[in-house]
């Protein structure tokens, strides 16, 4: 089953549903990714609501294309799992391109089984409005690249593709967990 991610259209910051932009919501203790290039503090992309958890999505964007934000293990980008219990708006860093311009609900609905990338089969979902899928299986524009999990070296999970809602060179970004062992990654293909 597809489940399309639609424009759900603009929302406050901090609204938990998934979404792209706004704050990121974290637990406590939560200390804002930075780059391990060009040591900025990463910009926050998404908020990907699971029911009992959620994934936050992070990506350097302070000089784009030479900090290797597309590779999940680089130290561009970042992801994480978290409870979706006691989570609150995060602190803001002082510098860096931190925030998208805006905040957009993500909005999933079912669509039976057209996989991603089948736009002509989407009916009458206007191809402009999807900014994604939630789970099913991804739709590789390069080769397939499922990462292994940091922790048990396992092929990760996939979660969510998303695709215009920040700068992937044009093309799409891919969310993974390894739910046993808590572990997020991304990447993103142009």
Not at 8 to 35: H, K
Request: aromatic share 10%; net charge negative; charged share 15%.
């Amino acid at each position: 089953m597809t489940t399309l991610l639609l424009h759900g259209g603009e929302s406050a910051p901090t609204t938990p549903v998934s979404r792209a932009g706004g704050l990121p919501l974290v637990p406590a203790g939560f200390v804002w990714p930075l780059c391990v290039e060009c040591e900025g503090a990463m910009q926050f992309i998404a908020h990907l609501d699971r029911g009992k958890d959620v994934v936050s999505v992070f990506m350097c964007q302070n000089d784009p294309g030479l900090c290797q934000e597309w590779e999940p293990s680089a130290g561009g980008n970042r992801a994480f799992v978290f409870p979706a219990e006691g989570l609150s708006p995060a602190a803001l860093p002082a510098e860096g391109e931190t925030l998208l311009g805006r905040t957009v609900v993500l909005a999933a609905r079912p669509f039976g089984s057209v996989r991603y990338g089948e736009e002509e089969a989407w009916g009458p979902v206007d191809g402009r409005s999807v900014l994604g899928q939630l789970g099913g299986e991804p739709y590789w524009l390069q080769n397939e690249e499922t990462p292994d999990c940091a922790g048990c070296a396992q092929p990760m999970g996939f979660v969510a593709q998303l695709d215009e809602v920040a700068n992937f060179g044009g093309g799409y970004a891919y969310v993974f967990t390894c739910d046993p062992c808590r572990e997020a990654a991304f990447l993103w293909q142009c």
